[in-house]
């Protein structure tokens, strides 16, 4: 089951750089790093993933340690449309197809 | 341009009366997945499936049952609501390859009264 742990909630200034950290510290070689975020009342929408290296997307970037056991997502500049709780999430491979498993998540508030 | 989408977007019924929440996807992945999230929790994941084959989470009791008629179309059946079940439902997307990632619909709002 959850195999990420995250700080409960952070806030953060508009237009300030963001950092979310995760700890998966049982990850296996093979588990991908997804983010996801979810507002209010909807769905989950897909942040960013990788696997070894840094990511970057339009959104944000992905910093994954070196051992893998850690990973930082990190929103460049926060507006308040990036008020959200954050998702860290293993992908995890199996012969039934890839599972994922939801940690607690972090509530980020983002302060005009 | 949704690409999946859940039926109906809130849902009430009755203590005992059974219920069932659609879901149907547009992008033909491999991989379904039901997940129930209450409120202010994390979403928890019931089960899913890959192509026909059904895999239930150990932990998910058995008044919850799917069924994938197709490629396009998962249900969630749950036979006997109780008030713990009241709870937003989400249905997933994934193509099932390793490096996939997951496309969420927007969920269905059930009300157990």
């Known amino acids: 089951d959850a195999k990420t742990t995250q700080p409960n909630s952070m806030e953060s200034n508009e237009e300030e750089p963001v950092h979310l950290p995760c700890n998966h510290s049982?990850?296996?070689?093979?588990?991908?790093i997804h983010w996801y975020r979810q507002l209010p009342s909807q769905g989950p929408e897909y942040v960013i993933h990788?696997?070894?290296s840094n990511v970057n997307n339009r959104m944000a970037s992905l910093a994954i340690a070196e051992d893998r056991k850690s990973s930082t997502l990190i929103l460049h500049r926060a507006t308040l449309r990036d008020a959200a709780v954050y998702y860290c999430?293993?992908?995890?491979?199996?012969?039934?197809?890839?599972?994922?498993?939801f940690g607690t998540g972090t509530s980020l508030t983002v302060i005009p | 341009d949704a690409m999946v989408i859940q039926n109906p977007r809130y849902q009430v019924t009755q203590f005992g009366k059974p219920v069932t929440l659609s879901c149907s996807q547009t992008l033909n992945h491999n991989v379904m997945y039901w997940y129930q999230q209450k409120s202010s929790q994390a979403p928890k994941l019931l089960f899913h499936?890959?192509?026909?084959?059904?895999?239930n989470e150990a932990d998910t009791p058995d008044n919850f049952q799917s069924r994938r008629p197709n490629t396009s179309f998962c249900f969630l059946d749950i036979r006997s609501p109780g008030l713990g079940d009241a709870a937003m439902y989400l249905c997933?997307?994934?193509?099932?390859?390793?490096?996939?990632?997951?496309?969420f619909g927007s969920g269905t709002q059930l009300s157990v009264l």
């Open positions: 999430i293993l992908g995890e491979m199996a012969n039934t197809g890839n599972q994922f498993y």
């Open positions: 990788g696997l070894t």
């Open positions: 997933a997307t994934s193509r099932g390859q390793i490096d996939e990632k997951l496309f």
């Open positions: 049982t990850i296996s070689g093979t588990d991908y």
């Open positions: 499936y890959y192509d026909k084959d059904f895999n």
